[in-house]
């Protein structure tokens, strides 16, 4: 029969593993958290002066919270894998006395709850990795799209990245020049595998009045995105500088080819290597002095980051 001693016994290593896990994730914790918070209070930073929001910041920022998650989740799966595992061969023995002695049971009962809980770990951990993939390609396409902005430097232009719009809500860059106020909205999307070199039927989205036709899904959302974005940032500039302001609002498609049908619709959608050549070629719309005062009201809402 099964005894009280023996069946502490066959989680003694059980606990030697569970502590061990606590006291590297608790140090781990420590570390991120009050350990930190007391090294800002001892130090500053060289200098209190903020820096402009880089391309991505926002996505960047997102990335580093799932990526903590992923870790702590992975610890989490790790452990009850781990002791469900030292488990089993207790299990193994005595489940044909479960019937008949409480400890029995509850030693299976807990086996099967550590189980469950490592299997839904693994699944919570897989979707938290797309979210990461995901990630990563939107933070990858908004870097993109500011290097194509960079060029535009030498044709008068500024530009801005990640701006605060509101609570998890951002407007991914805003370019100023001449011609006027851009506002545009990246959109980075994964293309099919096409098993010709030559076909470009694949890498082709169609703009079709107010939907993004992808060759395998159809998009209604985003230019309806960059419209509102467009709309937010030109009445914010509006009150800043105290005049009319137009702001044109663009999806930007890295790396695909983009058609369109019909007239022409309000949100234009076109890849980086295309926009640049876009924007040198709209006619003058400010002057100087407007350029300046929109440029400095966008400077205000993006200059955010800490050392």
């Given at each position: 029969m099964l005894s009280e001693s023996g069946w502490t016994n066959t989680l003694k290593p059980a606990v030697a593993v569970s502590v061990g896990l606590a006291i590297t994730t608790a140090a781990f914790w420590l570390k991120i958290g009050p350990v930190k918070k007391l090294r800002e209070r001892r130090s500053v930073a060289p200098?209190?002066?903020?820096?402009?929001?880089?391309?991505?910041?926002?996505?960047?920022?997102?990335?580093?919270?799932?990526?903590?998650?992923v870790l702590f989740g992975h610890i989490a799966a790790s452990a009850f894998w781990?002791?469900?595992?030292?488990?089993?061969?207790?299990?193994?023995?005595?489940?044909?006395?479960?019937?008949?002695?409480?400890?029995?049971?509850?030693?299976?009962?807990?086996?099967?709850?550590?189980?469950?809980a490592g299997t839904w770990?693994?699944?919570?951990?897989?979707?938290?990795?797309?979210?990461?993939e995901n990630l990563r390609l939107g933070l990858r396409g908004e870097q993109a799209v500011g290097e194509s902005l960079n060029e535009l430097g030498d044709a008068g232009f500024r530009t801005f990245h990640d701006l605060p719009a509101g609570k998890d809500w951002n407007v991914d860059h805003v370019a100023v020049g001449p011609p006027g106020v851009f506002v545009l909205e990246t959109k980075t999307r994964r293309k099919p595998r096409s098993s010709r070199r030559s076909n470009r039927t694949a890498y082709r989205v169609t703009v079709d009045g107010n939907v993004l036709r992808f060759p395998d899904w159809d998009d209604r959302e985003s230019l309806q995105q960059a419209a509102a974005n467009a709309r937010w940032v030109a009445n914010y500039l509006s009150r800043r500088t105290g005049e009319k302001v137009r702001a044109e609002a663009i999806v930007v498609l890295p790396g695909w080819y983009v058609d369109q049908t019909g007239p022409a619709p309000a949100v234009k959608a076109m890849n980086p290597k295309y926009l640049t050549g876009y924007l040198r070629n709209q006619p003058p719309s400010l002057s100087p002095a407007q350029q300046r005062r929109n440029a400095a009201a966008l400077e205000d809402l993006c200059r955010t980051l800490e050392f």
């Open positions: 200098t209190e002066e903020k820096l402009l929001r880089p391309p991505g910041y926002s996505l960047q920022q997102r990335l580093g919270d799932k990526l903590f998650d781990t002791l469900a595992m030292l488990l089993l061969p207790s299990v193994w023995k005595f489940t044909p006395y479960f019937l008949v002695h409480r400890t029995a049971a509850v030693n299976l009962g807990l086996f099967v709850a550590l189980v469950g770990a693994i699944i919570r951990i897989t979707r938290q990795l797309n979210e990461v």
